[in-house]
């Protein structure tokens, strides 16, 4: 009976913890490939807030009647803004905290003014739930697991494994690696330093754009002023924790995102502690996902402070740092 | 035909550097009033309505001061801890821990007021500090980047305040509003005035003693070393680690006592969901904007605090809360760029050889 009901929790928390992690899976792998080359994007809540109300506008305004096509239009939006943030960090060299910031405050004011005329407004174009057939249908773990939207298998699964075989597996990654290591080696060998950062910095801004998009397409589904409500700035969290690396950084979402399905689901079941009131737990709830990011990112450097061996957990040596050639 | 190039120089001189900031904002901010006429809005007009706003009535220029004080606290808090090249992003979560300590204490204990006031002032700035606590000491000892941590501290703050506000120092009398209790107990009004208290001196003070700080003391020149070169300073025997903890948690506190002198202006007095709206994020613009010199800190605190007034003036005539976000994020755009160009100059190609020749 026990067990059961245990059961029953923990899969009622996974089936809305998936869903809601995704967004912060996809700009994760995006702030993963930035910062393997060492760009520090900080704007990552802007970039979702771009992607989210371009795929409302595509959805809106030009009639696309494809949540794929009106994501793919998301993510060009948030590439664009990617492109211009890589402009001012990677080739003038201005710093990537301040302009990192600009993006964050331009995209969120862009993206709510855009938005303006939207609030409410249900989307109309959406993601369908994969439905593997009928054999599935009564069984919780199944449900839990396998009825998400196609994006969510892209975020979770697909993505991942790509970066991590690229990063970890290939000649390429191995140079990407090294310009965000070590740049004047690099570009000593014959890696295009600027190039490739300039060129995942425009990727990784549209994963962000395409969690940005998943949000409005499929999670809410509506737009709403400040759709990332901090989601972004999780995902910089997450990344931290991950050691840059692709699969912890999912697992790192799903923490996040089994926090707020905790939330949902302690509201929805109307849990009650007889100390606290339902609605006291409630608001207790809405800042524990904030405060278990921050635990999280104390997690690797407190376990290797106290001696734990953990593989590799320092940020890649040159983050942050422009590159230019006259200063070697 | 004189040809130029740009030469990289081998140090920015501060006033260049300062100078060049001071462009980009400027170039910022027609970038930005061209995009407000290219959208449809007459730019002008805006800018006439702001101008108007402010300097055209006493509650115009008291409305900026007010704005000021929080925005000018919250500052100088991120223009210290940047001093040390530490971003503190967190000021803004600060500020309402300090207001949320001082409301605390002003709802539940009584006594003399001014009695009251100094307390809610040691417990706010206590209540900042703390805040900064775990950022600090993971930043300190553990090498973690403080930007993340001080900024997802700001959600939690903000989550603590509408808890607080909602549910248990909810003002049951009056239930249709949602915020705390008023604190009866106020700062004193600066005489001359309309709305403003003897909070607006608690800024300048603290900047002039920062000043002095980082112009006659070794724990400045201490800090300013670790800015340049933390490798370098530890070396020369500054105890690195123990400098970042306790400037770190000094500017949480100057923040927090931002929130408490927030708090204890007459009229607002209560803790509620849109107690800081965003000061701390005005704040980072201004230290950004001043380079982390103090007396630059004031200055553009004015600035800033000017066209946050105005934003909220203009708010009635329908120019939007976001266009305004939008603008300091150009702004802060134009300033990154003006530090860059700061680190160049150029040269005429003729002059450059003449050097080289002499040199």
Redesign the interface.
């Known amino acids: 009976m026990m067990l059961a009901l245990i059961e029953n929790a923990f899969l009622s928390l996974a089936g809305s913890a998936i869903p809601a992690s995704t967004v912060v899976v996809l700009a994760a792998t995006g702030v993963l490939l930035n910062e393997r080359v060492g760009v520090m994007n900080?704007g990552q809540e802007?970039l979702i807030g771009i992607g989210a109300v371009y795929s409302v506008i595509a959805v809106s305004s030009w009639s696309v009647g494809s949540p794929w096509i009106a994501m793919l239009v998301g993510m060009i939006a948030a590439a664009v803004a990617g492109l211009v943030f890589a402009l001012?960090v990677v080739v003038?060299?201005?710093?990537q905290?301040?302009?990192g910031?600009?993006?964050?405050?331009?995209?969120?004011?862009?993206s709510?003014?855009l938005g303006?005329n939207r609030n409410g407004t249900p989307i109309q174009v959406q993601f369908q739930e994969v439905n593997p057939g009928g054999k599935f249908d009564d069984n919780d773990f199944f449900e839990a697991f396998l009825f998400h939207e196609p994006p969510v298998y892209l975020a979770y699964i697909v993505i991942p494994a790509f970066l991590w075989f690229l990063l970890f597996r290939t000649r390429h990654g191995m140079n990407m690696r090294a310009v965000g290591e070590n740049p004047a080696a690099a570009d000593a060998v014959g890696v295009r330093v600027t190039w490739s950062r300039l060129g995942y910095t425009v990727l990784g801004a549209a994963l962000a754009g395409a969690g940005g998009a998943y949000m409005v397409l499929s999670f809410t589904p509506t737009w709403s002023?400040d759709i990332a409500r901090?989601r972004g700035?999780?995902a910089?969290?997450v990344v931290?924790f991950a050691g840059w690396r692709p699969f912890r950084a999912v697992a790192g979402a799903l923490l996040y995102g089994g926090m707020i399905s905790l939330g949902v689901t302690a509201q929805a079941r109307g849990w009650d502690l007889p100390s606290l009131?339902a609605?006291?737990l409630a608001?207790?709830l809405?800042?524990l996902p904030?405060?278990v990011?921050?635990i999280a990112?104390?997690i690797p450097?407190?376990a290797?402070?106290i001696g734990r061996r953990v593989r590799s957990t320092a940020?890649p040596a040159a983050l942050a740092t422009p590159y230019s050639r006259?200063d070697r | 035909m004189t040809a130029y190039r740009v030469e990289?120089r081998l140090e920015a001189n501060p006033r260049h550097a300062a100078l060049a900031r001071i462009y980009g904002a400027i170039i910022a901010m027609v970038v930005a009033g061209l995009l407000l006429l290219l959208t449809g809005r007459n730019a002008f007009q805006i800018f006439w309505e702001a101008l108007d706003a402010i300097f055209g009535s006493q509650r115009g220029i008291e409305g900026v001061l007010l704005r000021a004080i929080p925005i000018l606290m919250t500052a100088l808090a991120v223009a210290l801890s940047l001093r040390m090249k530490v971003?503190n992003?967190g000021s803004d979560g600060q500020f309402l821990m300090g207001a949320f300590a001082a409301v605390g204490i002003g709802i539940h204990m009584s006594g003399p007021g001014w009695l009251i006031l100094i307390v809610m002032a040691v417990a706010a700035t206590a209540a900042g500090a703390l805040w900064m606590l775990?950022p600090a000491l993971?930043r300190a000892?553990?090498?973690?980047?403080e930007?993340?941590?001080t900024?997802?501290?700001n959600?939690?703050a903000v989550?603590?305040v509408?808890?607080a506000s909602?549910?248990?120092w909810r003002d049951t009398e009056n239930a249709v509003i949602q915020s705390t209790k008023p604190v009866p107990y106020t700062l004193a009004g600066l005489p001359g005035t309309n709305s403003l208290t003897i909070a607006l001196l608690v800024p300048l003070i603290i900047a002039a003693v920062l000043w002095w700080i980082f112009r006659s003391t070794t724990t400045g020149y201490e800090i300013d070393t670790i800015g340049g070169n933390p490798r370098a300073a530890s070396f020369a025997g500054i105890r690195v680690r123990f400098r970042i903890l306790s400037v770190m948690l000094t500017t949480g506190g100057i923040a927090g006592l931002g929130g408490m002198l927030q708090l204890s202006a007459p009229g607002a007095q209560a803790l509620g969901p849109g107690f800081s709206a965003q000061f701390g994020?005005s704040g980072?613009i201004v230290a950004?904007l001043a380079g982390a010199a103090f007396g630059g800190v004031l200055v553009g605190g004015m600035f800033i605090a000017s066209m946050f007034f105005a934003g909220l003036v203009l708010q009635t005539k329908g120019l939007?809360v976001?266009?305004?976000?939008?603008?300091?994020?150009?702004?802060?755009?134009g300033?990154?760029?003006g530090?860059?160009a700061a680190r160049y100059r150029l040269v005429r190609q003729d002059i450059l050889a003449t050097e080289r020749a002499a040199a």
């Open positions: 900080l802007g001012f003038f060299k201005a710093s905290v301040l302009v910031l600009a993006l964050a405050l331009g995209g969120i004011g862009l709510n003014q303006t002023p901090g700035w999780v910089l969290a931290i009131e609605r006291d608001f207790f809405s800042m904030f405060l990011t921050l990112i104390l450097a407190g290797a402070k940020a006259e | 990289r971003w992003i775990v993971a000892y553990w090498d973690v980047n930007i993340i941590t900024l997802l501290l959600f939690v989550q603590l509408v808890w909602l549910s248990f994020l980072f950004a939007s976001y266009i305004i976000f939008g603008i300091y994020g150009i702004i802060l755009t300033v990154a760029l530090e860059v």
